[in-house]
């Protein structure tokens, strides 16, 4: 992956302070103050999953479910920005890793070029316990849905067939699955 310029940075943020109200004004100053140090800048990078970092903070917009402000040092959590402010300026030759939480964040820092792959991040620990979840209910009720749509196109032929057997048992079987609350 690319590493995303200084410039492309700095219009990234300079678009999302306009754009979007943090829950907390220290996220805010932070974004600020990194905005006016390039030397810090260079050094930040926007990834997903911070809690996988040695040194991520998550910031939050009003409109996000997430919490205000959420800072990771070596697997420890804190929630203080003054402490995360304090170790970012005084290790701003280390990489540091930050993530945005606002509606459509990944598509936006994508198309901005500015989101990179979290370094810590394997396979495993791509896809939360949750997207998991949600993907495998929607792959369930995507094959119920496929089977209720077939169904239907079997009683509308058994209909045009004339055929009764075959009729009553298409509308058995998707009866039944409108009973199961499938869909």
């Given at each position: 992956?690319?590493?995303?310029?200084?410039?492309?940075?700095?219009?990234?943020?300079?678009w999302?302070?306009?754009?979007?109200?943090?829950?907390?004004?220290?996220?805010?100053?932070?974004?600020?103050?990194?905005?006016?140090?390039?030397?810090?800048?260079?050094?930040?990078?926007?990834?997903?999953?911070?809690?996988?970092?040695?040194r991520?903070?998550?910031?939050?917009?009003?409109?996000?479910d997430?919490?205000?402000?959420?800072?990771?040092?070596?697997?420890?959590?804190?929630?203080?920005?003054?402490?995360a402010?304090?170790?970012?300026?005084?290790?701003?030759?280390?990489?540091?890793?930050l993530?945005?939480?606002?509606?459509?964040?990944?598509?936006?820092?994508?198309?901005?070029?500015?989101?990179?792959?979290?370094?810590?991040?394997?396979?495993?620990?791509?896809?939360?316990?949750?997207?998991?979840?949600?993907?495998?209910?929607?792959?369930?009720?995507?094959?119920?849905?496929q089977?209720?749509?077939?169904?239907?196109?079997?009683?509308?032929?058994?209909?045009?067939?004339?055929?009764?057997?075959k009729?009553?048992?298409?509308?058995?079987?998707?009866?039944?699955i409108?009973e199961?609350?499938?869909?």
């Open positions: 992956m690319i590493r995303p310029s200084l410039e492309e940075k700095k219009k990234f943020l300079t999302f302070i306009q754009n979007y109200q943090l829950k907390r004004r220290e996220s805010l100053w932070i974004l600020n103050y990194l905005l006016n140090h390039e030397l810090l800048l260079k050094n930040v990078h926007f990834v997903e999953n911070i809690a996988l970092t040695n991520g903070m998550g910031l939050s917009s009003v409109d996000s997430q919490e205000p402000f959420v800072y990771y040092k070596e697997g420890k959590r804190f929630d203080d920005p003054e402490q402010f304090h170790d970012l300026r005084l290790n701003w030759k280390e990489d540091f890793y993530e945005l939480y606002f509606d459509g964040a990944y598509q936006t820092l994508s198309s901005y070029g500015i989101l990179e792959k979290n370094p810590n991040e394997t396979e495993e620990t791509a896809f939360t316990k949750e997207t998991k979840k949600s993907v495998e209910e929607s792959l369930v009720r995507l094959g119920w849905q089977r209720k749509s077939h169904l239907l196109t079997l009683i509308d032929q058994s209909l045009t067939d004339k055929d009764e057997e009729f009553n048992k298409y509308t058995e079987e998707l009866k039944a409108d199961k609350n499938m869909i």
